[in-house]
């Protein structure tokens, strides 16, 4: 076996690419906007795994596509599940983990995981974006901050407060009524974590009745956000386990498979 295995995870907001060499090391990583046009946003973010990693295109042996936008890659080796992809991604990151939640863009997923990182159980959101990447995008727009912004807001807050609506339109209006009775940003902040948090462990007790008895771990893009993570841990009662790069787990284990198959 010679060459380098790409991984591509193409999501409604991101598509991450991972090259990774035939013992699993990962060369280079690249997370670009998906936007309207995902042809586009394959090419780009291909383009700067490749320039990373200081490899030709030609230097490829195999690439798995995975996502939504999977069966857009054009010269892809084959196409997988995500939830495959993040089995295997974490499996290798993480191979303790026996329940696995991924909040992406547009969806959520709890994975069951055996010993051996195979899939035994999943379960995933219905098509309402609530609780998602996409979810917090709109609630971050209401408060009039960056995304990213929303990872820290939520320091000493103390209240019990959840939204009443996981709808994104009707919580955007939520949001709004709060401003304007001037309940603090980081009280607010709390209780977005809270609404995602509890959205979250009902799904997760749908693949794994009792997540204090097994390692959790979280993927996905809204993984980088601290306060969504803390308040998962709150309603699991157990640790939730972040890898580096969370966004990237499905794009790395697409590139594991895309190795695996051609030993």
Excluded: W
């Excluded at 295995?5 to 013992?23: H, P, Q, R």
């Excluded at 495959?84 to 909040?103: N, S």
């Amino acid at each position: 076996m010679s060459g380098y295995f790409l991984g591509i995870d193409i999501g409604s907001l991101s598509c991450d690419a991972v090259i990774i060499d035939k013992s699993g090391r990962i060369l280079s990583a690249s997370v670009v906007p998906t936007g309207a046009r995902n042809r586009e946003a394959i090419e780009r973010a291909t383009g700067e795994a490749l320039r990373d990693a200081g490899l030709a295109r030609d230097r490829l042996a195999a690439m798995i596509s995975t996502g939504y936008g999977r069966d857009r890659v054009e010269d892809r080796t084959a196409a997988v599940t995500e939830i495959t992809c993040h089995a295997r991604g974490i499996f290798e990151l993480l191979p303790d983990v026996r329940l696995l939640i991924d909040i992406g863009g547009q969806d959520s997923k709890a994975v069951a995981l055996g010993p051996n990182g195979k899939v035994v159980d999943f379960a995933m959101n219905d098509k309402c974006a609530a609780g998602t990447g996409r979810f917090l995008e709109a609630m971050a727009r209401a408060l009039g901050v960056d995304i990213t912004e929303l990872a820290e807001m939520d320091h000493g807050a103390t209240r019990e407060l959840t939204l009443s609506s996981m709808c994104t339109v009707f919580a955007e209006s939520e949001v709004v009524s709060l401003i304007a009775q001037g309940m603090p940003e980081n009280e607010i902040v709390r209780g977005l974590n809270r609404s995602i948090a509890s959205r979250t462990v009902s799904l997760a007790k749908r693949v794994c009745t009792d997540p204090t008895r097994s390692v959790v771990a979280m993927s996905g893009g809204v993984a980088h956000n601290k306060g969504v993570v803390r308040a998962l841990s709150d309603f699991l009662t157990t640790p939730v386990n972040v890898p580096p790069m969370p966004d990237t787990v499905g794009a790395y284990g697409a590139a594991l498979i895309a190795r695996d198959r051609a030993v």
